[in-house]
């Protein structure tokens, strides 16, 4: 081979290695859409994940009809995917924004298959085109594989700790559109004396450049007037974390903290959320010295229990040190919480609450579990047996635990499946609901060793809503809300309790909520 074929061929081989590394920052891109847009992360990334394979192999099949000006193909194979990836979060955030409800399914499922044939179709091209240059067959493909399945892995790894967290997802989408687009333009280069009309080839790449560039300067901006129309109030804060999107909007002094896309809390009510998810619990027992938060990085929680002059300690295990961050700085949050996660009393740990179960060798008179609902795998694991196992086996004698566990209302099946788990340990429970405006009708599962009576809770502390003469009344529960669970068929149902091998309470979940 001349000097010439040697830098064409090699450019091959790189180029099937960055075309893979885009790729792949395109499947998994299209996975975290589908789970921040439409919920359910497991079923998202296992549904794009199976749409881009498909795709691949239908790509990979078509690829045989492309048997003549093979680095034509590519070029313009490159210049698809750099367009309809690139484009691809602002289309779906503006879908999501304006079109009727659905639609954004369709066009993610769509977008995933379609990029993942023009994937699919890429290497073959490839190889075929090393092997003309002179490459033996078995060496191109070969070579052409491994940079294929070596990209892969860096893409995965780009994406996850660089691409997410300093771009976000509608900036990535353009910046890997660029990519794939300086990829045809170096081969369109290196091929120049092959191809014809090369000027035009040229004059079409640059628009595509243009706009992609222009994507990447202002797409973020007009996209995140998409995602307004998703809020009923004006965001002032938005971010996304390494674990979530995480939104703040303000109307009329109204603050209410959405993560990934589920309101967390009001601050026009969220005092009837927090004092029946604390003072229960912290009255029932006579000892608050040590005391465990698993969640509640808003602070709130924290807040509540700090008017209890016996607290020593307090551990706030949260995931995501973002949400920590911000209600220690943002002024509206520290409104509401008081500057409570920098008393000297709280320690913040940033773990799965899980893992911190697993490990610590602390025992605590009280255990406040204020997590989001259980709408994925990873949240299921926290309402599951094993779980409430973990946190009774950390709780000293005479404490209580208390558990956010969603509406009896809406989700009537889910609140009593959580209840059913946590007796499920040996613990004895009583359950408690109170109407929240911005949620509804909101359910708490408080547990403990000991028998737990109503009448015998005092709260001794400040409050807003909760009065010792309602508790009472929060422990009856409505025909249509209660425990008897009737069949289609009018028997009663049986619940069954919520564990990491037959984790059912995702889909109880999702049936639940689906007209919410």
Not at 36 to 57: A, E, P
Not at 186 to 204: D, G
Not at 263 to 273: A, C, H, T, V, W
Not at 323 to 339: D, I, M, P, T
């Amino acid at each position: 081979m001349d000097q010439s074929s040697v830098r064409q061929s090699h450019f091959i081989y790189w180029a099937s290695g960055i075309v893979s590394i885009c790729g792949i920052i395109f499947e998994v891109l299209f996975g975290a859409l589908g789970s921040y847009i439409l919920g359910d992360g497991v079923k998202q990334y296992t549904l794009t994940i199976s749409l881009f394979l498909t795709g691949m192999g239908v790509g990979a099949s078509l690829s045989e009809r492309v048997l003549k000006k093979l680095v034509i193909a590519f070029i313009y194979i490159e210049f698809l995917v750099a367009l309809i990836g690139g484009f691809s979060s602002f289309t779906m955030f503006g879908i999501t924004a304006f079109a009727p409800q659905g639609t954004e399914a369709i066009f993610l499922y769509l977008i995933t298959f379609i990029v993942g044939a023009l994937t699919g179709v890429e290497l073959p091209i490839l190889i075929r085109k090393a092997n003309e240059i002179g490459v033996s067959l078995n060496r191109s493909t070969a070579r052409v594989l491994f940079s294929d399945y070596a990209g892969g892995l860096i893409g995965g790894l780009l994406f996850i700790f660089l691409l997410r967290p300093q771009l976000g997802m509608v900036k990535t989408a353009f910046f890997v559109g660029l990519i794939n687009l300086s990829v045809a333009l170096i081969v369109l280069w290196l091929f120049r004396k092959e191809i014809k009309r090369v000027t035009l080839h040229f004059i079409v790449g640059s628009v595509i450049a243009i706009l992609l560039f222009l994507g990447l300067l202002f797409g973020q901006a007009m996209a995140f007037t998409f995602e307004q129309k998703l809020y009923q109030d004006p965001i002032i804060h938005m971010e996304e974390s390494e674990y979530q999107k995480i939104i703040l909007t303000n109307s009329q002094d109204d603050i209410r903290l959405y993560l990934n896309g589920a309101l967390q809390l009001s601050s026009i009510d969220e005092y009837r959320y927090h004092e029946i998810l604390v003072h229960p619990a912290m009255s029932f027992t006579e000892n608050h010295r040590n005391i465990l938060i698993l969640g509640g990085g808003d602070g709130i929680a924290a807040k509540e229990i700090l008017k209890y002059p016996g607290v020593k300690n307090i551990t706030l295990v949260d995931l995501d040190p973002a949400v920590v961050e911000l209600a220690s700085q943002n002024k509206f949050l520290l409104e509401l919480n008081e500057g409570a996660l920098d008393n000297e009393a709280l320690e913040v740990i940033n773990e799965d609450a899980f893992e911190f179960l697993e490990t610590t060798e602390e025992w605590f008179d009280v255990i406040i579990v204020d997590l989001p609902d259980p709408n994925d795998e990873s949240l299921n694991k926290l309402y599951t047996r094993e779980f409430y196992s973990l946190a009774r086996n950390h709780l000293l004698p005479g404490g209580a635990m208390m558990v956010q566990a969603t509406s009896p209302v809406f989700a009537r099946e889910v609140y009593w499946t959580i209840s059913t788990t946590i007796e499920s340990t040996g613990l004895n429970v009583e359950n408690f609901h109170v109407d929240i405006p911005s949620f509804g009708n909101w359910g708490f599962v408080m547990a403990s060793r000991d028998a737990i009576n109503v009448d015998d809770i005092t709260i001794n502390v400040p409050t807003r809503f909760l009065a010792n003469d309602m508790l009472q009344s929060l422990s009856v529960f409505g025909k249509d809300e209660d425990n008897t669970i009737l069949k289609a068929n009018g028997e009663i149902m049986e619940l069954k309790p919520n564990t990491l091998i037959d984790p059912h309470l995702i889909q109880i979940y999702e049936r639940a909520w689906e007209n919410y």
